[in-house]
């Protein structure tokens, strides 16, 4: 729904048709996009038009980018360790045989 978004505004009903999912399902999934400010939603005339808010796509893309740099440097710390715990047990292995 965010990559057909990006190419332009929507109404609802062109946002169901590649989904397998009810109208309900999409309306409820586009009433969190809107109140997670991701997507504004106006009427024209009986139609709604979904249109994408690339200000907000922006601020969640660098809130995920500092956390997977968090976990990366996380990760890469915890492997540093199970390896010296790894060569640890390998040197103590050695010296008792």
């Given amino acids: 729904m965010i990559e057909r978004l990006s190419r332009g505004p929507a109404s609802v009903h062109g946002l169901t048709e590649p989904f397998a999912l009810s109208q309900q399902m999409i ?9 997670a400010r991701i997507v504004v939603k106006t009427k024209r005339g009986r139609e709604s038009v979904c ?12 809130w995920a980018f500092s956390y997977r ?29």
Avoid: C
């Fill in 51 to 62: 249109t994408l808010r690339p200000e907000a796509i922006k601020t969640v893309s660098e």
């Fill in 27 to 35: 309306s409820k999934h586009i009433a969190y996009l809107v109140r």
């Fill in 69 to 97: 740099r968090f976990w990366e440097g996380s990760f890469d710390k915890l492997d540093a360790v199970v390896n010296q715990m790894k060569n640890t047990e390998a040197t103590n292995d050695q010296t008792n045989r």
